[in-house]
C-alpha cells in the first residue's frame, strides 16, 4: 500500500522529483548538516600529491605579470577554491593529479600557493618535469659559461688599448696580432671586444676583406652564435660601453655580433668561386650520369616494381654494376635525389615512379655507355659521401636533442 504522499511524488515528473530533493539538501545545508566531503573544502578526500598537483594547476591558470603580487596570490586562491568545487574536473584529471613530480617532492601546498617556485626560477606555465628539465639546462649551461681569468684578461686588455689607440693615429698592430686577439676575446665569451676587433679587420680592407680572412672569422666568430658562449660578466672595456651621439645606453653586443653576420655573409658568398666551381661541376657529371643510366633503367623490367627510394637505389647500383659501372648506395642516394629534383622520378607521396613522360623520351634513346663515366666517379663518390654525412650529423643533433629534453 502506498500512502498518499509517496503516491504524489511518484506521479510527479522526474524534473520536479529532482527539484524537490535539491530543496531538501538546502534545508539540511541551513540547519548545519554539511557532507563530510564538503568539509575543508574536500582535501580530507585527496592525497598529499593531489592537493599540491591541485595548487600547481592553480599557479598555472591563475598567474599573471602585476606589481601587486598580494592581488595575484588572491586571486589564485580564488582559481584554487575553484579547481577544488569542479567535480567534472577533479573527475577528468584525477589519473594526472596523482602523479608524483619533482616541484610536488620539493614544495609544500602552502609553498606552492605562495608562489616559491617561481622565486626559485622554475616556469609555472609548462609541465613540472619540464619545468626542472629547463631549469637544471640553465644552470649547466651557466656553469659552463667561459670567463677570462685575471691575467689573461689584463693580456688582452693591454692588446685592445693598442688597437683603440692605433685607430686615433698611432702605429697600428699587425692582422695575426689583431686575429689573435680576437681568438682569445671569443674564448673567454667577450662578444663586444670579439665584435670590436672583427669591425677593425673589416675596416682595415675597406669593408672587403680577402676569402681568407673572411674565412677565418667566420670560424671563429661562429662559436658565439651559442647563447652559452658568452661570459656571464665581461671584463673587458673598450670603446663599445660609450653610448653613440643621439642615443641612451650601450649599444647590444648581440646585435652587433648579427650585423657583423650579416656583412660577412655575402662576401664569404660571392667570394667563394672555387667552390661554385665545384658544385656547378659535379652537377654536371650528375647530369651526365643520369641521362647515361635512364635508358638503362627504362629497359629493365625490375624498375616498374620499385616503388620506394631505397629498392630504387639498390636497383640503381645493381644496373650501373651490369653496366660496368660499380656506384657505391650513397651515390645511389644521390642519383635519386638528383633524378627527383629533375623531375624524372616523379613523388607520389611515399612512392616514387619514373615519369612517363621521360620514358618516352628516353626509350627511343641509344643507351649510353657508363663505362666512360669512370673518370667522373671519385668526384661523384666524394660529393655523395660528404652528402651522407651531413645527413648523419643532423640525424644525430636531433638524437642528441631528443635525449636532452627527456633528461637521459
Not at 643507351?367 to 659521401?385: D, F, I, N, R, V
Request: aromatic fraction near 4%; proline fraction near 4%; charge should be positive.
Amino acid at each position: 500500500m502506498v500512502l498518499p504522499r509517496f503516491r504524489r511524488i511518484f506521479a510527479a515528473s522526474p524534473a520536479k522529483r529532482r527539484l524537490r530533493c535539491l530543496k531538501r539538501r538546502r534545508q539540511r545545508r541551513k540547519v548545519g548538516e554539511v557532507p563530510e566531503a564538503h568539509k575543508d573544502n574536500g582535501l580530507s578526500d585527496f592525497s598529499e600529491v593531489m592537493r599540491k598537483n591541485i595548487a600547481l594547476e592553480a599557479v598555472r591558470v591563475g598567474n599573471y605579470y602585476s606589481e601587486d603580487q598580494e592581488e595575484v596570490l588572491r586571486y589564485i586562491a580564488e582559481v584554487h577554491a575553484g579547481l577544488l568545487a569542479n567535480s567534472e574536473w577533479l573527475r577528468k584529471s584525477s589519473k594526472k593529479l596523482k602523479k608524483e613530480n619533482g616541484l610536488s617532492r620539493r614544495y609544500s601546498v602552502a609553498e606552492i600557493l605562495d608562489k616559491k617556485h617561481e622565486a626559485d626560477g622554475f616556469d609555472v606555465f609548462v609541465d613540472p618535469d619540464e619545468a626542472l628539465f629547463m631549469a637544471e639546462r640553465a644552470a649547466k649551461e651557466e656553469d659552463h659559461r667561459p670567463e677570462l681569468s685575471l691575467a689573461d684578461a689584463s693580456e688582452i686588455q693591454e692588446g685592445l688599448d693598442a688597437v683603440v689607440t692605433s685607430a686615433g693615429g698611432a702605429a697600428p698592430l699587425s692582422l695575426e696580432e689583431i686575429f689573435e686577439l680576437l681568438e682569445r676575446s671569443v674564448a673567454g665569451g667577450e662578444v663586444a671586444a670579439a665584435v670590436y676587433l672583427a669591425e677593425n679587420l673589416e675596416a682595415r680592407h675597406e669593408g672587403q676583406p680577402p676569402c681568407q680572412l673572411v674565412e677565418r672569422m667566420f670560424q671563429v666568430l661562429k662559436r658565439l652564435l651559442r647563447p652559452s658562449a658568452h661570459a656571464a660578466s665581461p671584463k673587458l672595456v673598450g670603446p663599445w660601453q660609450v653610448a653613440p651621439r643621439g642615443r641612451y645606453g650601450a649599444l647590444n653586443p648581440r646585435k652587433a655580433l648579427g650585423r657583423l653576420f650579416e656583412r660577412l655573409a655575402p662576401l664569404k658568398r660571392s667570394q667563394d668561386q672555387d667552390a661554385v666551381a665545384r658544385l656547378a661541376e659535379v652537377h654536371q657529371a650528375m647530369e651526365r650520369l643520369c641521362h647515361s643510366l635512364v635508358p638503362a633503367l627504362v629497359s629493365d623490367e625490375r624498375a616498374a616494381k620499385c616503388r620506394r627510394r631505397g629498392t630504387m637505389a639498390s636497383l640503381i647500383t645493381t644496373v650501373s654494376q651490369e653496366n660496368g659501372l660499380a656506384v657505391s648506395p650513397a651515390l645511389a642516394q644521390a642519383i635519386c635525389q638528383h633524378m627527383e629534383n629533375e623531375g624524372i622520378l616523379e613523388v607520389r607521396g611515399r612512392d616514387v615512379v619514373l615519369d612517363q613522360s621521360v620514358k618516352a623520351a628516353k626509350a627511343a634513346e641509344v643507351k649510353g655507355s657508363l663505362q666512360g663515366l669512370y673518370t667522373e666517379l671519385p668526384m661523384l663518390e666524394a660529393h655523395a659521401k660528404k652528402r651522407l654525412d651531413r645527413r648523419k650529423q643532423r640525424q644525430q643533433a636531433r638524437e642528441a636533442a631528443k635525449r636532452r629534453k627527456k633528461g637521459t
